[in-house]
């Protein structure tokens, strides 16, 4: 199976702090990538897949990029309501598989 | 509007068996590509199957074996039954549909609210 380690675990920001979340493939998956956001409770919303199409409804202030085995998520200016938990997921080949997960936290 | 809500989690103790099921509105289940993605409390994101539009199923192999994804197309109704449970089956399992355009897969974009399954020893 494809690994995939995100960094940071844990993220302290604040409103308006841009962010910026890493996801790195333990072998390359072309563009092969999307991110989910997950509030407490609740199943995860996918944000971007592509590694950089932004799903539509999903604020602009998201964006993602990268290629072959690292990649980023990007806020560029935090809001209320974007602290959550961010997982990354390759689907270059089955077994898909998910990062363990950033928190994002007030500071 | 697309809604998914799975049934079926609960307390089982190790070797038993338990079957989920996802009751699908808004859109037929046997015409897409859906999934079972689960959580395990406190933890991330596992893709556990898949069953594409063509009947075709797919398998985490930390499952495979022991849980068998499959619909039903008049009940609009995705399943997976579960066997031989071990504890560290326990987790919230959500249904998704397994998005695809352009060729390629590219997200999961409908979730269900997920159901709790507790493998005791």
């Known amino acids: 199976d494809i690994q995939m380690t995100q960094s940071p675990s844990t993220l302290a920001a604040s409103v308006g702090d841009r962010v910026t979340i890493t996801c790195r493939a333990s072998q390359s998956i072309s563009g092969w990538l999307a991110w989910y956001q997950q509030k407490p409770g609740k199943a995860p919303e996918l944000l971007i897949y592509k590694a950089s199409s932004l799903e539509p409804g999903v604020p602009s202030r998201f964006s993602g990029s990268g290629y072959g085995t690292e990649f980023t998520l990007t806020i560029s200016s935090l809001q209320p309501d974007d602290f959550a938990t961010y997982f990354c997921q390759q689907y270059s080949i089955l077994s898909w598989t998910f990062g363990q997960g950033t928190t994002v936290e007030f500071k | 509007e697309v809604q998914l809500e799975e049934f079926g989690g609960d307390m089982i103790q190790s070797g038993g068996s338990l079957r989920l099921s996802c009751v699908v509105s808004g859109l037929i289940v046997s015409g897409n590509d859906m999934s079972w993605v689960r959580q395990a409390p406190g933890k991330g994101l596992e893709w556990v199957s898949v069953i594409y539009k063509d009947g075709r199923t797919f398998y985490a192999d930390s499952v495979k074996g022991r849980l068998t994804i499959y619909r039903e197309h008049f009940k609009n109704t995705l399943f997976l039954q579960m066997n031989s449970l071990r504890t560290d089956d326990t987790a919230v399992y959500y249904c998704?549909?397994?998005?695809?355009?352009?060729?390629?897969?590219?997200?999961?974009?409908?979730w269900g609210q997920g159901t709790l399954v507790t493998v005791s020893p």
């Open positions: 998704a549909r397994a998005r695809y355009g352009d060729g390629s897969f590219q997200g999961f974009d409908y």
